[in-house]
Structure formats: structure tokens, C-alpha cells
């Protein structure tokens, strides 16, 4: 994990992000997962969800927010 940490901090986001913590999990979840293919909103979306005891439509702002800082 402290490798993509690394790397989404070298893409200017840094932890006072929520979303930072849900693009690290979401990353790990589909490296992890290589062998089959995951659905965005339908795999990784409610994991995190329920892993952060939140919903699907905040973790999906949330990436969102982090992907608009890194462009």
C-alpha cells in the first residue's frame, strides 16, 4: 500500500482527501483481483462502501474529487 500511496501523492493528492484513502483501496482491490474483471459501480463502489461504512454515492464524489485534483 505505501507504494500506491506513493504514486497518487506524486499525482498531487494528498491524504486530507477522503478520496485519496478510497483510490488506494479501489487500486489494491483490482490488483488483487487481476484474474477476473471488476465492475466500478458494481464491485468496487459497494466494497468500499461498506468497508468505510458509507455509501456508494460518497465514495463515488469522493474518487471523483481525487481524480479532478490529479488532472
Known sequence: MKK???????????SHYKGYFFVADAIRLAMDSQDK???????????????????????EHDIRTVINVCW
Open 37 to 59: 474483471p471488476l465492475r466500478i459501480t458494481k464491485d468496487i463502489y459497494p466494497y468500499l462502501a461498506r468497508k468505510y461504512k458509507t455509501t456508494t454515492l460518497s465514495i
Open 4 to 14: 500506491i500511496y506513493g504514486i497518487i501523492r506524486k499525482l498531487g493528492v494528498t
